[in-house]
Structure formats: C-alpha cells, structure tokens
C-alpha cells in the first residue's frame, strides 16, 4: 500500500503547489492595484481578496473549513480572536 501511496502524494504535492502559484499569479495584480488606493481602502479590498483566495485554495485541494463559535457571534462590534493551539494551517 505505501508504494501507491507515494506516486499519488507526489502528484497531490505538485497539484496543491499549481494551484498555489496560479492563484497567486491572480492575486498580486490585484495587491499592486490595491496598494494604489491607501493603507485603508486598499487594505480593507486586499484583506477580501486574501480571504477569496484563501477559500478558493481550500477548496481546490480539498481541505474542508467550518467556523464553530461557543455563542452567537455578534457582527455589528469588533472582536480579536485568538488561537490557543498550535495547527500547521495557521
């Protein structure tokens, strides 16, 4: 079973890395535009791309995210969030 296991992690490797650099290849443009607009406006429109890219990239290499509160999340105030554990995807 290992040795079909390697071919396939390899081509996995390669697929997730493509996927990675073309995404990015989307993105920059989009961060050099974003920096003509000021640290403010350009920020807020490049935290959006970031997180489109970030679910975009998930999805094609298949990782699967769900957010869990413990309460009702209130979205009209600001909150930190801080994580207590140690995660690779981080």
């Not at 996927?19 to 535009?33: E, G, H, R, S, T």
């Not at 000021?38 to 490049?46: R, T």
């Not at 890219?53 to 298949?62: D, H, T």
Request: aromatic share 16%.
């Amino acid at each position: 079973m290992n040795g079909l296991m390697k071919p396939a992690h390899f081509i996995y490797v390669l697929y997730a890395g493509l996927v990675f650099i073309l995404l990015m290849m989307v993105v920059f443009p989009l961060a050099l535009i974003a920096s003509l607009f000021g640290p403010i406006n350009g920020g807020n429109f490049l935290i959006h791309v970031c997180r489109l890219w970030g679910k975009a990239w998930s999805l094609l290499i298949g990782i699967r995210h769900q957010n869990i509160y413990e309460s009702p999340h209130a979205f009209d105030r600001q909150f930190i969030f801080v994580s207590t554990h140690i995660s690779y995807l981080d």
